[in-house]
């Protein structure tokens, strides 16, 4: 798929599902849609924010495709085997238009789909502090942070944080798969 067209398809589910809050009634089913617009989020904006940061920087993308998380590697092994039925998004890089970005932008490109993705749960979680009872707020936060912890823990090992940080100590890019 072209990878403009498909960030543009993401962006535009993620901006539905949100508009969905505003048709959500109160209470138990607005609690478990925070909660599904945290995880539906963290999803939908890690390609977008690769592609946008990407961009910015000089960057083209071949191509926007489905594929498997590279951190079902470093989790423990009985998540992994889930890990590896979700289908993910990936972007490719087109390799020559990495040899004219610099180590640290490429670095930010990397890491821009990890910091996005950590950003709208904690985004969300704070919206839902603001007008939600204490027990839906608190479940979100809890969301939140689980995912922050999940990758302070293992993409530094494994996925985004990793790539940054490989692009950081080379010479040259990784390939991408966000």
Known sequence: MRPAFGVLAEAC?????????????????FGIYVVAAELVATY??????????????GLRFRKLSLG?????KVIPARFSTIANLI?????????GSRAGVSK????????SGTIASASSAVVIAAVATQSEPLAYSALAWAVALFYLMFDIVFSPKSGDLSRARAVLASNKGTSMAS
């Open 13 to 29: 589910a993620l901006a539905c599902f949100l508009f969905l809050s505003t048709v959500v009634p109160r209470g138990v089913p």
């Open 44 to 57: 939908l904006i890690h390609c977008p924010a690769h592609y946008l940061v990407g961009f910015a920087v």
């Open 104 to 111: 640290g932008r490429l670095a930010a490109m990397y890491a």
């Open 68 to 72: 498997k998380t590279t951190l079902a």
């Open 87 to 95: 289908p993910i998004l990936t972007l490719s890089t087109d390799k």
